[in-house]
């Protein structure tokens, strides 16, 4: 029995030519009797096949025991895939899977052009390999027609959910025919996983590949301990020292690949970079590169953490360090896929050891420390590689023996061994130079207690509040000065409406008392004083407006703006004094009042009796 038993034939030839003398178990898992014709929930993590895993799964149903697929007209597979790179990448790997059956394999992706896959989809496409706004955007305007589709797939089911593409998978899931099969591929099975797959799959069988509770057991893990200002010569550095034929750099940001790769370039390294504020084209283009050659260094954010898989990528840095513990998984497994072997570099400032640690502990992984290589650990690792390349080197052809001859005749093999050093010495970027700090010491088992100085801790109040607009970053100051403590011995803090209460390491709480009870605060109206029972009582009524527990904010920040008051200048009004003398001339035109001729009133003629009038009555009359 093989490993090509229970496969399409066109498909097993495929991976026989390709090299593949074995299965991945998520690759076998599939395959399994119980597993043919059904919906699939499969989850394996990142670099275990899973590509190649739903290709040959959905294999049968699509021929249906033919050979070869028949001109159709609507695609009879869809593949549903979070990013541009994965679904080109998707695509290009169904292209070798799929040769033998004769199958046309179409994308639809965000940013290229969307009437060259229209033509491909009229033209007739047998899988479609998209993205989910893409495809829905295909479907409503009717260039996409998923009547006929046999099978849907969702690769990476979980980052499509994170990326906000839930309401596009529904409305394609829903549009898609009732029969179909379904296959979701997710590194982890979440709850909102487990509900997508409810409602949309068919008693789906439940994979989940073999080993995978043993996270990345190719792939070595390095701790790479630098003083902060040398963090990007020490990833120099170990670009030097690895020498490795592929590299990926990630960045927490686009403005650091930016900022970073220009500098790679600028010390003579053959860098891309890849982040989301370029276009699909350069995108594509950066990703070529590395896979041609022409480029040895990829800097890039998140956007190729995942789905991505560049041939003989060896070393992948963390120039920044993940966020959770996924992200450095998913980061990480750009190397050491499908059995090959990988490093992966953790490059950590001394001050983040403890969250590097941490990081790992949740990801399941070990790391060994170290600190960054220097000039004379690259330069040794250089040798090496040079006398290693001078025995790799075949027996002189014909046309080249004539020419070793000449020379060997014209120089001596010191002057040959000469120039070809300095001709590979120019051909590498000069090691930068680092400081010969140690590095400090480190108590991992201290770094994961937590911390129960302040579980007895005593506590004062001091007589400002939210009304005073008291805040810690300017109130931990003040009350370190006051009762001579550092911040390390200051714990919670809890602001009120006109107090505020702080917490006193035990040990310090009767000194601190008797300090600021003979020296007060050090600020004019502020009294400190201890509190004789739980703190939030007196005039502190209501929900505090914070609680602070030391190490929460940076105590470097600066105190909030306080507006200088406005000391107004009194006016010195002067005394009135009466002018004397003769007043300035106004030469003011003499205005003529314009004749007014009136016009004569004849009065008519009457009886000449002066009119009567009756007095008014008052009132009461």
């Not at 597979?77 to 799929?98: C, D, G, K, N, S």
């Not at 960045?251 to 982040?275: D, I, P, Q, Y």
């Not at 010191?414 to 051909?427: G, Y």
Request: proline residues 6%; glycine residues 8%.
């Amino acid at each position: 029995m093989t490993i090509f038993d229970n496969m399409v034939p066109a498909l097993a030839g495929a991976l026989a030519a390709r090299g593949y003398e074995t299965l991945t178990p998520v690759q076998t898992s599939v395959l399994a009797p119980e597993a043919e014709g059904v919906d699939l929930l499969v989850s394996a993590q990142t670099g275990s096949g899973k590509t190649v895993a739903f290709g040959i799964a959905i294999a049968p149903t699509l021929l249906d025991g033919r050979e070869r697929f028949d001109r159709a007209g609507a695609p009879s597979a869809m593949i549903i895939a979070p990013t541009r790179e994965l679904a080109i990448q998707v695509r290009r790997e169904f292209e070798w899977l799929y040769a033998g059956t004769g199958a046309r394999i179409a994308s639809c992706v965000g940013g290229m052009d969307m009437s060259k896959e229209r033509r491909a989809l009229n033209d007739g496409a047998d899988i479609v390999v998209g993205t989910p706004g893409r495809l829905r955007d295909h479907i409503t305007r009717g260039s996409l027609d998923i009547s006929g589709l046999r099978a849907v797939v969702l690769d990476e089911a979980d980052e499509m959910l994170d990326l906000g593409f839930r309401e596009d998978l529904e409305f394609i899931l829903a549009a898609a025919p009732q029969e179909r099969r379904t296959l979701l591929f997710s590194a982890t099975v979440p709850p909102q996983i487990a509900q997508l797959a409810k409602r949309f799959q068919r008693n789906a069988l439940r994979i989940t590949a073999a080993g995978e509770s043993r996270q990345h057991d190719d792939i070595e893990y390095r701790m790479v301990l630098v003083a902060p200002p040398e963090r990007e010569n020490a990833i120099i550095n170990t670009l030097l020292y690895f020498d490795a034929q592929s590299t990926m750099v990630f960045c927490a940001t686009r403005e650091a690949v930016k900022h970073f790769s220009a500098r790679l370039a600028n010390r003579g390294f053959a860098v891309v970079a890849l982040s989301g504020e370029l276009s699909q084209a350069e995108r594509n283009n950066a990703l070529q590169a590395m896979r041609d050659g022409r480029a040895r260094v990829c800097v890039a954010t998140d956007v190729a953490a995942r789905g991505i898989d560049l041939p003989n990528l060896d070393l992948v840095i963390h120039a920044d360090l993940p966020t959770n513990p996924d992200t450095l998984l998913h980061r990480s497994g750009r190397t050491g896929r499908a059995g090959r072997k990988g490093v992966c570099v953790l490059i950590v400032p001394f001050h983040r050891r403890g969250s590097a640690t941490r990081l790992l502990k949740l990801a399941k992984l070990e790391a060994t420390t170290q600190s960054a290589p220097g000039p004379a650990e690259i330069d040794a690792r250089n040798r090496e590689r040079m006398l290693a390349e001078l025995n790799d080197i075949e027996a002189a052809g014909e046309d080249e023996a004539a020419i070793v001859a000449e020379v060997l005749a014209a120089h001596s093999p010191e002057t040959l061994a000469l120039a070809w050093l300095r001709q590979q010495m120019a051909s590498r970027p000069a090691a930068e130079e680092l400081s010969d700090r140690p590095i400090p010491a480190f108590d991992a088992a201290k770094a994961e207690r937590p911390d129960n100085r302040f579980t007895d801790g005593v506590w004062f109040s001091v007589s400002v509040g939210r009304k005073q607009r008291a805040e810690p970053r300017w109130l931990l100051p003040l009350l370190c000065k006051a009762g001579h403590v550092t911040k390390t011995e200051i714990g919670s803090i809890r602001i009120f409406d006109t107090e505020s209460h702080f917490e006193i390491v035990a040990k310090r709480a009767d000194n601190y008392a008797r300090t600021v009870e003979q020296n007060g605060s050090g600020e004019k109206g502020v009294d400190i004083k201890r509190l004789a029972g739980a703190p939030g009582g007196g005039d502190s009524a209501g929900k505090p407006k914070k609680q602070h527990r030391k190490g929460q904010y940076d105590p470097s920040d600066k105190p909030p703006f306080k507006k200088k008051a406005f000391e107004k200048k009194p006016y010195e009004k002067k005394p009135y004094e009466k002018r004397s003398g003769d007043k300035p001339a106004f030469d003011k035109p003499a205005y003529a009042k314009p004749a007014y001729d009136k016009p004569a009133y004849d009065k008519p003629a009457g009886t000449g009796a002066p009119k009567k009038y009756k007095p008014k009555k008052k009132f009461g009359e």
